[in-house]
């Protein structure tokens, strides 16, 4: 844990350096950095998979990568709703905390929306997988073959 701590800090150094300097955005910099970032995030990801501090987060983002077909199949209405009501109404005039609060309906509310599927027992259909598109489970125990 040490070793990608260290390796995190010094990525990020470097990486916020390069966008401070503008440097990041030369082609075989970009290239390098997108590179170095996934790096960091499998390592991120590690390290919070392996901590018990933070096994809450990893665990609810286990389970959000779990049920990420429910996001998949009904982001659009609560991601549209929200972006219009924020757009029209300018509660909020930042556009980037408008890209946050999008963002996050466009996350929460197919969440709640199969939460409370799940719960009624209602329109469980939604997000069933059709027995035509299931995969038979492969038998246990292999079968004896006379030969011939």
Request: aromatic share 8%.
């Amino acid at each position: 844990p040490l070793i990608g701590i260290a390796a995190l800090a010094v990525w990020a150094t470097v990486n916020g350096a390069l966008v401070w300097a503008g440097a990041a955005s030369w082609p075989v910099v970009s290239l390098a950095l997108g590179f170095a970032g996934v790096g960091a995030i499998i390592a991120a990801s590690t390290l919070l998979a392996q901590s018990r501090a933070l096994a809450l987060v990893a665990a609810t983002l286990s389970w959000l990568g779990a049920h990420s077909i429910v996001v998949y199949l009904a982001f659009f209405l609560p991601m549209a709703v929200t972006r219009i009501v924020l757009l029209k109404t300018g509660i909020v005039p930042d556009l980037g905390t408008v890209a946050l609060l999008v963002t996050a309906a466009a996350v929460i509310g197919p969440l709640l929306f199969h939460f409370i599927i799940t719960r009624l027992g209602i329109l469980g259909f939604l997000f069933a997988r059709p027995g035509w598109a299931r995969i038979p489970p492969a038998p246990r125990e292999p079968k004896l073959v006379p030969a011939e």
